[in-house]
């Protein structure tokens, strides 16, 4: 999954998000539409806290649990450190067997934060797997169809690959009447097939202190607070953050390396907020495992978008996907001390995403 560039605008896919964030996302049919989220979470769960729901009962009335999550999303992106490069459309696909977090805000609830602390060798995170085609429509470069490559380890959508697109600064690329992603499952997918048309979260502009931070991550442990201002309708903020240790030698200053070691994700949800905090217990995940190998980059990613999830019909296993299409803003951190010999100045290239 890696980003194209034209003179104004650059597509391609790059990591906003990671699935893991799915397993606590209370149960939403497809055929329902989400004017409201926060109302919705009351409404598909029955309970007013958003609780996930229960288990379902194997023939012997055992509850069982969910293995897969999911995550599908689509965002019309800039990046903070080079906004001369323009906007572009990124589609992810995360489809992978349930990890439980190390740090969880909220148990059990959609809002809140979590953390995972990866170690490459002891602790590796969950492997994306190949659960049928994704369709899009409702985007710039669509109708996409994008399946699993094997060669990638991930899943591909070869027009963004093949076509530049030719968005303007001023025009979305992702359609406001509304993007419709379906998923057409194969015969060992552990996901139903799902079909759902999105309204997505609308253009926003950063204030000028979370400019600045998605450009400098502090990693003392300290809590974080982000948001947007003029920031648009939408149904909910997103927070990713991703470290890792990889390699920087030859890379662009907005390429995210593979991990040599240790990586950390910390994903954070509000509904009808424009701001999010992630609390000192994540960012003392992010510090501490900085201190045992220290972060040569750290991406962060704020999103506001229309939300939409998915949870197995009965009597399968309730595993969740979570669809969620909007506009959002990558930041790029170098550690000080972080080794970029050689490194490109120029707009992003190609590049291999972090897990």
Not at 52 to 68: I, K, L, N, Q, Y
Not at 280 to 307: I, K, N
Not at 318 to 324: D, G, I, M, T
Request: net charge negative.
């Amino acid at each position: 999954m890696s980003p194209m560039n034209s003179k104004r605008t650059w597509t391609g896919m790059t990591v906003v998000l990671a699935s893991a964030m799915t397993a606590a996302c209370p149960r939403m049919e497809p055929s329902q539409h989400h004017a409201d989220a926060a109302h919705d979470v009351v409404d598909a769960t029955g309970e007013a806290d958003g609780s996930r729901p229960p288990s379902v009962p194997d023939a012997e009335g055992r509850r069982s649990p969910a293995t897969h999550t999911g995550l599908v999303s689509v965002q019309d992106i800039t990046i903070a450190n080079l906004p001369a490069s323009g906007h572009g459309l990124t589609v992810n696909a995360f489809l992978t067997q349930a990890v439980a977090p190390d740090y969880e805000e909220h148990p059990g609830q959609v809002t809140g934060c979590r953390a995972w602390a990866y170690d490459r060798v002891d602790k590796p995170p969950a492997t994306q797997e190949d659960h049928g085609v994704l369709n899009i429509a409702g985007v710039e470069n669509g109708p996409l169809a994008c399946a699993f490559s094997s060669e990638r380890g991930a899943y591909w959508c070869p027009a963004i690959g093949e076509r530049a697109a030719a968005a303007s600064a001023s025009v979305s690329v992702v359609h406001e009447s509304g993007v419709t992603l379906s998923l057409v499952p194969d015969g060992d997918s552990a996901f139903d097939g799902v079909e759902a048309t999105l309204t997505p979260g609308a253009a926003f502009n950063l204030d000028s202190a979370t400019n600045a931070t998605l450009q400098n991550l502090p990693l003392r442990g300290d809590a974080v607070s982000l948001s947007c201002r003029e920031c648009g309708a939408a149904e909910v903020t997103i927070v990713r953050i991703t470290s890792s240790d990889g390699d920087l030698t030859g890379s662009s200053p907005v390429a995210m390396p593979a991990p040599k070691q240790k990586s950390v994700e910390i994903q954070c949800v509000a509904l009808g907020s424009s701001t999010i905090v992630v609390p000192a217990a994540a960012m003392q995940l992010l510090a501490e495992t900085h201190r045992l190998s220290p972060a040569t980059r750290v991406r962060t990613a704020f999103m506001r978008d229309g939300l939409r999830v998915v949870t197995n019909q009965p009597p399968r296993a309730p595993n969740q996907l979570v669809l969620a299409v909007g506009h959002g803003v990558l930041g790029f951190t170098t550690p000080q001390g972080a080794s970029t010999t050689s490194a490109h100045t120029e707009q992003p290239r190609a590049s291999t995403p972090a897990p």
